[in-house]
């Protein structure tokens, strides 16, 4: 790897002065950077209307739950969702569900596939 390096002129015109810039990039310690990124995220988040706040937090909570084992998400489920009776289930309550509609697509799938005799009058009993 090459390292270029040049010096100053040391005679630099007024348009050569105005022409270099000294970009300082500070240092920030943790805590700092921290801050930075605070203010950053609630610029972003200031610009964004109501739509793009719904679909940017949709799309984070489907990959934080896809990320999620089917025990992880029952219990995170169980946690924040249930009152403390132990019949109240929303995991268990939502994947009843699931089963159910696949079940109930499944018979009408079925259903769809019979075959139906074509009606001629005078040839049935």
């Known amino acids: 790897m090459a390292i270029y390096s040049q010096k100053a002129n040391p005679n630099a015109t007024n348009s050569e002065l105005d022409a270099k810039v000294i970009v300082k990039h500070p240092r920030l310690n943790s805590f700092q950077f921290s ?5 950053y995220v609630d610029i972003v988040v200031d610009r964004m209307d109501t739509q793009e706040l719904l679909e940017y937090v949709t799309n984070d909570l489907l990959n934080r739950f896809d990320n999620m084992s089917q025990i992880e998400l029952r219990e995170h489920i169980i946690e924040m969702e249930n009152s403390g009776d132990p019949t109240d289930n929303l995991y268990d309550e939502l994947a009843e ?6 079940l109930m697509k499944e018979k009408d799938s079925d259903e769809d596939n019979t075959c139906m005799q074509t009606f001629i009058p005078g040839f049935h009993d």
């Open 97 to 102: 569900n699931v089963t159910i509609r696949d």
């Open 35 to 39: 801050e930075v990124i605070e203010q």
